[in-house]
């Protein structure tokens, strides 16, 4: 059981948008900036957003996130194939003092 | 731009040490503000964080692992290295090495750490089995 919850699994058509939900506490997201990881099939994970929001360099802006109170949400615009992968949140929580993630969300792009 | 690789045996036995070093390329292992940390993940499963050092020695670790974990930093090398004790068939995964921005987030309920991972090595697997 993972500190933070995503939902096991998501799916849209190419070229259409999809939202990844993290939902935490306030000892963890609430208070505290969120992180986003793409793991594409039999990959490491690779860092989406940091800072809850923000890009890093190489990044296409059809990836964002955003954070309001104790959640999270990573958007994806312009689906395409080669996003089909595990998406995974990560924070740190403040009363277990760990770095925790939340237990990934598969995209499926029909 | 900045390399991380993984090292290390890929089976190791039921109650023995698990041993890996990081080897990281692009950029000198001290610097400032960057921790370096293994992250694992269990066959199908999530990501577990296990622990991140300074350079300087400061560590942090997950405790749910901390009786069990060390975590050192090689300067010379340009490496660290994970070591994991009293192994079970439960420690099987892939294990990775990243670095990892460490900063401090203040909010009304005080200053915490904060931080993510980036860049990761590719991985390695290692099993425990006798």
């Known amino acids: 059981q993972s500190v933070l919850t995503q939902p096991p699994s998501v799916s849209a058509a190419p070229g259409q948008k999809v939202t990844i939900s993290c939902s935490g506490s306030s000892s963890n997201i609430a208070n505290n900036y969120v992180s986003w990881y793409q793991q594409l099939p039999r990959t490491a994970p690779k860092l989406l957003i940091y800072?809850?929001?923000k890009r890093p360099s190489g990044i296409p802006d059809r990836f964002s996130g955003s954070k309001s109170g104790a959640s999270a949400t990573l958007g994806i615009t312009g689906l395409q194939t080669g996003d089909e992968a595990d998406y995974y949140c990560?924070?740190?929580?403040?009363?277990?003092?760990?770095?925790?993630f939340g237990g990934g969300t598969k995209l499926t792009v029909l | 731009q900045m390399h991380l690789q993984e090292s290390g045996p890929g089976l190791v036995k039921p109650s023995e040490t698990l041993s890996l070093s990081c080897t990281v390329s692009g950029g000198p292992i001290t610097s400032s503000g960057y921790y370096w940390g293994w992250i694992r993940q269990s066959p199908g499963k999530g990501l577990e964080w296990i622990g991140s050092m300074y350079y300087s020695g400061s560590t942090y670790y997950n405790p749910s692992l901390k009786s069990r974990v060390t975590i050192s930093v090689d300067r010379s090398k340009n490496q660290f290295s994970l070591k994991l004790s009293s192994v079970t068939a439960a420690d099987t995964a892939l294990f990775y090495c990243?670095?990892?921005?460490?900063?401090?987030?203040?909010?009304?309920?005080?200053?915490?750490?904060?931080?993510?991972?980036?860049?990761w090595g590719q991985g390695t697997l290692v099993t425990v089995s006798s």
């Open positions: 990243a670095r990892h921005a460490w900063s401090t987030y203040c909010s009304s309920t005080g200053c915490h750490p904060t931080g993510f991972f980036d860049p």
């Open positions: 990560g924070t740190w929580d403040n009363s277990l003092s760990v770095v925790v």
């Open positions: 800072e809850n929001n």
